[in-house]
């Protein structure tokens, strides 16, 4: 069973190896988006000044949580019993984006890789398989901490995206089948959706669902390579993350 789950496991580091492999040759990064500081940029040097000096108690008033609290808030052994939980590294998660073709596609390319545009602040990941041992679905997760006005952006982007995207090539693969799926019914907002991508010369479902919990995004996805059929974010999973961070933005 451990041989069938690593199956599974080397299916996700392809997919995010492919991904990493783009992204890497690709000079042109979302970067950071720098959005964070500057409605008051007015006219007139004094006033500008001014303007600054008076904004700068409003900065502290940021929604982000810290790459500290999303440490804290992430799925951690022991939070769901039976499930395994691994760090996913920052390799496994560049900040780079690829251009997806067609471009109305784009917000499914990013999060493949849970990058999004505007740019998250901070980001952590995570790699878990279940408590059944001859379930070889695979969930990858993770939580972005936005700007509340920018997480709602990538919600409405993900939204336009299912309704405007059944295909896409990106990072020199091939997706088809794109769908929405039922959303769960979590947090302040979520998205879920299907995408078929192709590994290991079998066609194979992966599943995502994006919930939002105010300007932090718990982004999911599961596939199953043994049984291709078979896939889908467990509710549990789900539900324990997402009440795991309201807990942290109760805490920050």
Known sequence: MKSSVSRAV???SVMVALGLTAACGS??????????????SGSG????????????????????????D?????????????????????EDMPSQTV???????????????FATQPSAKARVGRIMTGPDELDATVISLALLAHEQ???????????????NCTAYEHADSKYRDVAALPTPKAGDEAVSYKVVGLIEGQ???MSFTVVRSGSTLAAFYSINLLKPKKFGVPAEVV??????????????
């Not at 073709?101 to 493949?112: E, K, L």
């Not at 920018?150 to 336009?160: F, S």
């Not at 324990?240 to 920050?252: G, S």
């Open 99 to 113: 251009p997806a073709d067609p471009a109305a596609c784009q917000p499914f390319a990013d999060m493949f890789m």
């Open 239 to 252: 539900e324990a993350q997402v009440k795991k961070v309201e807990k942290a933005k109760q805490a920050a």
């Open 203 to 205: 066609k194979t479902p």
């Open 27 to 40: 000079d042109k990064g979302s970067g950071d988006n720098g959005s964070g500081s500057g409605s008051g």
């Open 70 to 90: 999303l440490e804290k808030a992430v799925l951690a052994k022991g939070d769901l019993k039976g499930y395994k939980v691994e760090k996913m590294s920052a």
């Open 10 to 12: 080397v299916a996700a």
């Open 45 to 68: 040097d004094k006033k500008q000044s001014g303007q600054q000096a008076k904004q700068k108690p409003a900065e502290k008033k940021s929604t982000a949580l810290s790459a500290a």
């Open 149 to 163: 006005p920018d997480a709602e952006k990538v919600m409405d982007d993900l939204r336009t995206a299912t309704k």
